[in-house]
């Protein structure tokens, strides 16, 4: 998770470009102390850093501006360090990581972009946002902004275009299959792109909601979410954090208050410089009876490993699914002069019975972290650390919240396996293609559609005729794949995401496991008793 430092006006910032201010002064001395200083005695370290850069930037074969050295020696110090979060940002770069990063509100028009073939589509439209008010459907195509033509520009640069301060007019040219183009001039705006997309009543009474991020709108959305639920009669819940990276820790505390009684500790943030900082629930629950189940995956990370860590050490939720992602440390953007900012680890953070969520990892020469070669076996999962939660249940520590019922994805069978490794290469052909033919259907269906033959031969013709030929007895052994995927894609575009997701219950192994732990539960304690004998006796 990432904390926002602000920066105080630099006194000294017309002395900056001194010979010897140097990269390690300029760059991250003066953020660190708080201040901008420079040592007034060089030590060893630096008379070392000043030899090297003076011969770069004198003799090297290359001219290189002492700028442009200056900023690739701050960078190498940041990989250099061995964190593998922290990172240099130039202004441009702040911006989109701002926008993207930390989804903080931009000036955009509220539309998911696409680019299929040689063209940017309209995959989704949020509601509420400039888009959705100007009459842009999913399956439109931008073909000019602001009067210059972007077909055949890349996806990020037709993005920009249509980014902009908020308030600002665009003029956007779209084109919808069978008419002709249409000029629109949108005012942009701050745009709010939902992190619970949906919630929805399944069977029994549960009510689902997915939490995609934790941004500034986390704790509402959810607060607002949950009081839907109720109103259409759930009596227990399912918080969906799979595939949840994070984001906000004041938003996970704040969700953490939804569901913990008040005085509840919720996470102990641990510095080397400071001292502990206790966040403990302070306001009176908004969920205060039904029974919990929280889902994780190694994807669940950060700010979703607090919530799905506090719960369970709380005995307030049942965990299931996969262990997540231990990501158990806690970055702040600390700004710099001229618009740069650098993130960087200052913090690891611990869940209230004293697990530090942060998982041992693999990391390149170059300070990046290397992905896991494999997941946990459960026998490696049973050797974890124990802890104990209030009720004196064992929860294990070691890196990463272990669900309390780990209930792995379902395998694909051999033939949808074949094809997919068949696939994998060229995904992101597949992928557009998919997408294009999806649009494509789905001007006529209805729900309840059926994946016809048809549809699977326009695939097959149409990936051959883009260079991905498929043996023909590979793709007749993964037709299952081929229909999931189909419906799937055609289901999200045209009927939205909650009908997408529940094409996908039946199959879901891990939500079918919380639907077997909450069914009939009235209380917690009913919920976690079950825990043992759910799914064929948990682990």
Avoid at 59 to 69: A, H, M, N
Avoid at 389 to 403: E, K, L, M, N, Q
Avoid at 441 to 446: H, K, L, M, P, S
Wanted: proline share 6%; glycine share 12%.
């Amino acid at each position: 998770m990432v904390r926002e430092t602000r920066r105080h006006a630099d006194p000294r910032r017309a002395a900056r470009r001194t010979l010897l201010r140097s990269a390690v002064a300029a760059m991250v001395l003066p953020v660190l102390a708080g201040g901008f200083m420079l040592q007034r005695q060089a030590n060893d370290g630096e008379r070392l850093f000043y030899e090297v850069f003076t011969r770069i930037a004198g003799r090297g074969v290359d001219t290189v501006s002492e700028d442009s050295l200056y900023e690739k020696a701050a960078r190498g110090l940041l990989h250099a360090i061995g964190d593998p979060y922290a990172e240099l940002y130039t202004p441009k770069q702040l911006a989109a990581f701002q926008r993207e990063g930390l989804r903080n509100g931009y000036g955009g028009l509220g539309m998911l972009l696409e680019r299929v073939r040689d063209t940017t589509v309209i995959t989704r439209v949020y509601p509420g946002n400039p888009a959705h008010r100007a009459g842009v459907r999913v399956g439109d195509r931008v073909i000019s902004v602001e009067g210059r033509r972007v077909i055949g520009l890349p996806l990020d640069s037709v993005t920009s275009r249509v980014l902009g301060p908020p308030g600002t007019p665009v003029r956007v040219t779209f084109v919808r299959p069978g008419e002709e183009p249409v000029e629109r001039v949108v005012n942009r705006a701050i745009v709010h792109i939902p992190v619970v997309p949906y919630s929805t009543v399944l069977e029994g009474g549960v009510g689902y909601l997915p939490l995609d991020r934790f941004s500034e709108a986390s704790g509402e959305e959810v607060s607002r979410a949950v009081d839907a639920l109720r109103a259409k009669g759930a009596k227990s819940l399912i918080l969906d954090l799979r595939g949840n990276g994070g984001g906000s820790l004041e938003q996970s505390i704040r969700i953490g208050n939804l569901f913990l009684a008040r005085g509840q500790e919720i996470l102990q943030v641990r510095y080397r410089d400071r001292a502990a900082e206790v966040y403990r629930s302070e306001g009176g629950p908004l969920a205060t009876g039904e029974p919990i189940v929280v889902l994780t995956d190694g994807g669940s990370a950060s700010a979703s490993e607090i919530v799905a860590g506090a719960l369970q050490d709380h005995d307030r939720a049942v965990v299931i699914g996969t262990p997540s992602f231990g990501k158990g440390l806690v970055q702040e953007l600390l700004p710099l002069p001229d618009g740069y900012a650098m993130k960087l680890t200052t913090a690891k953070w611990y869940t209230p019975s004293g697990r530090s969520i942060q998982r041992d990892r693999r990391v390149s020469e170059t300070g990046r972290l290397l992905p896991d070669t494999a997941a946990l076996s459960d026998s490696a999962l049973a050797r974890l650390p124990e802890f104990r939660s209030d009720a004196g249940r064992v929860v294990r520590g070691g890196g990463g919240i272990t669900p309390d019922l780990v209930v792995r994805p379902d395998t694909l069978a051999g033939g949808e396996r074949a094809l997919v490794q068949a696939l994998s290469a060229r995904a992101g052909i597949v992928n557009e293609a998919l997408t294009e033919l999806s649009l494509q259907w789905g001007r006529t269906v209805q729900p309840g559609f059926r994946v016809s033959p048809e549809w699977r031969e326009a695939l097959f013709q149409r990936l051959a005729a883009r260079g991905v030929p498929v043996d023909r007895a590979v793709w007749t052994a993964g037709l299952p794949l081929i229909d999931r995927l189909i419906a799937d894609r055609v289901t999200s575009l045209v009927l939205g995401e909650e009908a997408s997701f529940l094409l996908t219950v039946p199959r879901d192994a891990q939500l079918q496991a919380a639907l077997r732990v909450l069914r009939g539960a009235r209380t917690q304690r009913e919920a976690l008793a079950r825990v043992p004998s759910a799914v064929g006796g948990g682990r």
